[in-house]
């Protein structure tokens, strides 16, 4: 068993349920929470919790796929926190990633941020993962979903192969208990973006700085064409266009917004 303060960060997609498993974990409703799709966390926040007599600290990350901020803002407010607790000497002991698996089949969108948790993450931390497959009604379903994206290295394969733990979470306190009881074991270690940054590069420097710039270009790229099809259709209306064109730059600020940094 781990000695010593026991730190574990919760990170997912906004209505993943990061809060309700703090809240689940630590048998208070301390934070605010909801399934929406607009996150209720604004930044971390951390919460401790006892689990078989020794204390442990999650920290409740903000949400991607925030309607209300960009997933730009959201890298920024986790890289911070990562940071500060990195600053301190404080390392984690690992990462809860929860994925919503109610879906029959793994989206674009769930793709994507995936690509980017892993970018976060570093390989080198994969073995300090649990991944928590949650909003499921049956078991033997919900692991089958999960099996199905252990089998594809473009969404869990490489992290479970690299040591990463899946586990159908019931939204119970023994269940929490029991996704908490795997990462104590771990020894504290560092997560890639908190090497990256403290090493000196900038944020849009770090492999999820990277991965979101690429993201966001092939956006672009993607509704350029559309703009540039849209404008050659007669019947296209003004609106259809500065739509499209409102699109465009809102992604090109995103861009510049991560490079001006933290």
């Known amino acids: 068993m781990a000695r010593g303060k026991i730190l574990i960060a919760v990170i997912g997609v906004t209505g993943a349920g990061k809060t309700t498993f703090v809240n689940t974990a630590t048998g208070e409703n301390s934070l605010e929470a909801n399934d929406d799709v607009d996150s209720v966390t ?10 078989d007599k020794q204390s442990v600290t999650l920290i409740d990350t903000p ?3 925030d309607r209300k901020r960009t997933e730009v803002d959201i890298l920024k407010l986790v890289a911070k926190h990562l940071m500060d607790t990195y600053r301190d000497g404080t390392k ?6 929860l994925q919503p698996i109610n879906q029959p089949r793994v989206g674009a969108a769930e793709g994507s941020r995936t690509r980017l948790f892993k970018k976060l993450l570093g390989e080198e931390a994969f073995r300090r993962v649990v991944i928590g497959g949650t909003m499921w009604t049956d078991r033997a379903d919900a692991e089958r979903k999960m099996g199905q994206r252990a089998q594809r290295q473009d969404i869990w394969g490489d992290m479970v192969q690299g040591g990463a733990k899946m586990v159908a979470y019931d939204n119970t306190p023994e269940g929490a208990a029991e996704i908490i009881r795997i990462l104590m074991k771990n020894k504290p270690g560092d997560l890639l973006i908190q090497k990256e940054l403290a090493s000196g590069k900038g944020l849009e420097e770090t492999a999820a700085g990277r991965e979101i710039e690429k993201q966001k270009g092939e ?3 993607k509704l350029t064409a559309e ?4 404008k050659q259709d007669r019947e296209a ?12 730059y809102q992604r090109e600020e995103e861009i510049m917004d991560l490079k001006r940094g933290c």
């Open 227 to 230: 703009l540039r099809d849209l």
């Open 219 to 221: 956006d672009i790229a």
């Open 92 to 97: 984690l002991n690992g990462v809860i990633f």
């Open 63 to 65: 949400g991607f796929d």
């Open 42 to 51: 604004e930044e971390a926040v951390s919460v401790t919790c006892s689990v």
């Open 237 to 248: 209306t003004a609106a259809e266009i500065r739509e499209l064109q409102d699109k465009i």
